[in-house]
């Protein structure tokens, strides 16, 4: 299993440009998620998805969309860059995240820079 | 919105020294979670306590849970270079969806 893998890895971007945070899965896992961390800070949570087709939103969504077309896949897309949106993005994938104490497996993260 | 402080944000002390990692909130969690995080990767889950009043104890380190399910602590014992790391914790809301509520972590070092 290669578990929760993320491309790219880094990436810069100027402001109002578009991108798309990929985010794979193969462990079967119904919930995924998307968190930014800022330097200093804690994670916080972007976006989540209970299962392919549903998603919602988190604590900072703003700037952001998500789609979950599959169990395995769950994109991040950012429209128009903004300085602000610089961060190292996490995805993580849970098997039951309705059960208390479920597992995040989280992903290597990608590095994105707004300039 | 549910806050999680950490506390001390930074720590550095030498090899063989025992520390405590503290995490507070005015809010109740479901559960509590603690993460370990190494430079450009995600961070690891290390335990998860859910009773009020647990204690977990995994090799040197050891976790509680608050009666009221409102804080936690991590305690290591003779630290090892090998603990430098980003420590984390992360409260749990219930829910259909439960969501993490991350602390902003705690840096350690430990020199040799």
Redesign the interface.
Known sequence: NAG?TQTPKFRILKIGQSMTLQCTQDMNHN?MYW?RQDP??????IY?S?GAGIT?K??VPNGYNVSRSTTEDFPLRLELAAPSQTSVY?C?SSYD?????????????TRLTVL | TQLLEQSPQFLSIQEGENLTVYCNSSSVFSSLQWYRQEPGEGPVLLVTVVTGGEVKKLKRLTFQFGDARKDSSLHITAAQPGDTGLYLCAGESSGSARQLTFGSGTQLTVLP
């Open positions: 929760v919930y968190y200093g800070m804690g994670l916080k949570l989540y209970v919602d988190g604590e996490f993580a995240g309705g059960r208390r104490g479920d597992t995040q497996y989280f992903g290597p993260g």
